[in-house]
């Protein structure tokens, strides 16, 4: 159960309470005015985040190496859309868990990452494998 979904509304109500015992309704309104600040803080980071993977191609990522090297467990769906800069292809079914979304580079080396309940659980590094040499270009040659 995540705890964030009940500790925030209750610090939120608690901060109002606190604002109104000690200074009336001015410390509500001041309590009020944080909390909105702090909700806007957030919203306005989500739609920076979203207008610059707005301007990209869904999936892509300038390095899958250097993303794969700058993941760690843990982080939130939303921090790694910052560091790709685009929106995850999602390959899994919309809405269940847990979320699995690839982003590729131009060499087509690409990372899969696995998400449950927006967090970053365990992603892949696959790089292609490079072509092999064509047994006609190794061919011998008859000698006279």
């Known amino acids: 159960m995540n705890l964030r979904k009940i500790f925030v509304p209750l610090g939120a109500i608690a901060l109002v309470v606190f604002g109104y015992t000690s200074y009336g309704w001015p410390g509500v309104a001041a309590a009020g005015g944080g909390l909105l600040m702090w909700a806007l803080l957030h919203f306005t980071r989500l ?16 390095s899958a190496v250097m993303l794969n090297a700058k993941l760690r467990p843990g982080v939130n769906l939303l921090h ?29 080396s690409h990372v899969s990452c696995e998400f449950r309940g927006g967090k970053l659980v365990k992603w892949e590094l696959v790089r292609p ?15 006279p």
């Not at 494998?129 to 000698?143: F, R, W």
């Open 47 to 62: 739609m920076n985040v979203l207008k610059k993977a707005a301007d990209r191609p869904v999936g892509y990522v300038g």
């Open 80 to 108: 790694v859309v910052a560091m790709t800069r685009s929106l995850g292809q999602q390959l899994s079914p919309v809405d269940e868990q847990p979320e699995i979304f690839r982003w590729t580079d131009g060499s087509h």
């Open 129 to 143: 494998t490079p072509p092999q040499d064509t047994p006609e270009s190794a061919s011998t040659t008859p000698t």
